[in-house]
């Protein structure tokens, strides 16, 4: 167990749709990121927070958005979903802001079918 | 810009068998090294990692030497079992930044 939640586990729902993803990190840990990991592009690294703050964003579409709340929990809002939104979406925390060498731990994830 | 590249999986191995996963990287810096694992069914979880060149990284019996001159970070493991079969990721990150790059993963499974 990583310590990092994330909820729900599984999620359909239609296309066109909007769902939030939560993610609670580790205790202690200030940074949350987000993933995509699909099966025909791998993780792909979306957004990080620390302590509040958006730090640095990777490949997230316009549609998609996250926040930091003060209990440093995070969300991850999908809206106007397609098909190809359909994917593994991940959560890791990590104790500082910067990269370092600090390790990432990851959440198990919340499965997203978009039909 | 800065990369991370591992083999294209998936490798099949039989029990016993030696691993070797192949991962360089481009960097402008010098970055720290990870290798992460992620089970069927779970999220990633750190193997091992090496901060500086020279360094090996050690778990499980898995190993990994930072080769600057190289700028490589190959994974290997004398004798696989089947319970390693598993998606492996290379990944970096840099020092003072909000960097950190994962490689595409290589899938290993080991054969009874």
């Known amino acids: 167990d990583s310590g990092v939640t994330q909820t729900p586990k599984h999620l359909i729902t239609a296309t066109g749709q909007r769902v939030t993803l939560r993610c609670s990190p580790r205790?202690?840990?200030?940074?949350v990121y987000w993933y995509q990991q699909s099966l025909d592009q791998g993780l792909q690294f979306l957004i990080q927070?620390?302590?509040?703050?958006?730090?640095a964003k990777g490949n997230i579409l316009e549609r998609f958005s996250a926040q930091q709340f003060p209990d440093l929990h995070s969300e991850l809002n999908l809206s106007s979903l397609e098909l190809g939104d359909s994917a593994l979406y991940f959560c890791?925390?990590?104790?500082?802001?910067?990269?370092?060498?600090?390790?990432?731990?990851f959440g198990p994830g919340t499965r997203l079918t978009v039909t | 810009g800065d990369s991370v590249t591992q083999m294209e999986g998936p490798v099949t191995l039989s029990e016993e068998a030696f691993l070797t996963i192949n991962c360089t990287y481009t960097?402008?810096?010098?970055?720290?090294l990870f290798w992460y694992v992620q089970y069927p069914g779970e999220g990633l979880q750190l193997l091992l990692k090496a901060t500086k060149a020279d360094d090996k990284g050690s778990n499980k019996g898995f190993e990994a030497t930072y080769r600057k001159e190289t700028t490589s970070f190959h994974l290997e493991k004398g004798s696989v079992q089947v319970s390693d079969s598993a998606v492996y990721f290379c990944?970096?990150?840099?020092?003072?930044?909000?960097?950190?790059?994962f490689g595409t993963g290589t899938r290993l499974k080991v054969l009874a």
């Open positions: 960097a402008t810096g010098y970055p720290s």
């Open positions: 205790s202690g840990d200030l940074s």
């Open positions: 890791a925390s990590s104790v500082g802001g910067l990269a370092d060498s600090y390790e990432q731990y």
């Open positions: 927070y620390y302590n509040g703050e958006e730090r």
């Open positions: 990944a970096l990150s840099f020092s003072g930044t909000y960097k950190y790059i």
